[in-house]
T-cell receptor
Framework: GENVEQHPSTLSVQEGDSAVIKCTYS??????FPWYKQELGKRPQLIID?????GEKKDQRIAVTLNKTAKHFSLHITETQPEDSAVYFC????????????FGKGTTLSVSS | DTAVSQTPKYLVTQMGNDKSIKCEQN?????MYWYKQDSKKFLKIMFS???????INETVPNRFSPKSPDKAHLNLHINSLELGDSAVYFC???????????????FGSGTQLSVL
């Protein structure tokens, strides 16, 4: 089955800096790669996703890149703000019957002002 | 309107008891899931139902039994609760697993289970 590794487990940055979180996956058939943000005591919420036919996707201050050959994908947050502080999860799936999103172990991002 | 709602939000109980968590979604999705989030925040899939049919059953003790009376509801019953069952349990739903492109998960607000 799929296995998703995520690094780093914790990340501390100053407000305004960029933050990068990296993930690798094991199943070459995986074709859907979302990122979820979970604030303290809240539910995980999708912030951006990418499919295997796309190499990069941007949405304002966040971007995701995908390297299918190397089986890794990354989340980039620019101009970080204190409200970006949360746990971020990457995930991967085949998007087919009988499968589910498999999550990485999460990265706790702390943005200090 | 809450898209995915689960109850209760908090559940405190003694070892050995039996408890249930209920989940309902009003999104018209046909796939629902249970994920367990442990104290280290790891989100692990437990079960998935598609149109009331069990399609994913990960390595979970058989003390855990999901039940889906219809595609809008997925409940989780846990027998003989153990200390290690303490975690946050999240229900989630998505639109038609198995047909790309939409696999976005919508999570419920979670149930914090504490076994004493």
């Amino acid at each position: 089955g799929e296995n998703v590794e995520q690094h780093p487990s914790t990340l501390s940055v100053q407000e305004g800096d960029s933050a990068v979180i990296k993930c690798t996956y094991s199943d070459s058939a995986s074709n859907y790669f979302p990122w979820y943000k979970q604030e303290l005591g809240k539910r995980p919420q999708l912030i951006i996703d990418i499919r295997s036919n796309v190499g990069e996707k941007k949405d304002q201050r966040i971007a995701v890149t995908l390297n299918k050959t190397a089986k890794h994908f990354s989340l980039h947050i620019t101009e970080t703000q204190p409200e970006d502080s949360a746990v971020y999860f990457c995930a991967a799936s085949r998007a087919q019957a009988g499968t589910a999103l498999i999550f990485g172990k999460g990265t706790t991002l702390s943005v200090s002002s | 309107d809450t898209a995915v709602s689960q109850t209760p939000k908090y559940l405190v109980t003694q070892m050995g008891n039996d408890k249930s968590i209920k989940c309902e979604q009003n999104l018209g999705h046909d796939t629902m899931y249970w994920y367990k989030q442990d104290s280290k925040k790891f989100l692990k899939i437990m079960f998935s139902y598609n149109n009331k049919e069990l399609i994913i059953n990960e390595t979970v003790p058989n003390r855990f039994s999901p039940k889906s009376p219809d595609k809008a509801h997925l409940n989780l019953h846990i027998n003989s609760l153990e200390l290690g069952d303490s975690a946050v349990y999240f229900c989630a739903s998505s639109l038609t697993a198995g047909r790309a492109p939409n696999e976005k998960l919508f999570f419920g607000s979670g149930t914090q289970l504490s076994v004493l």
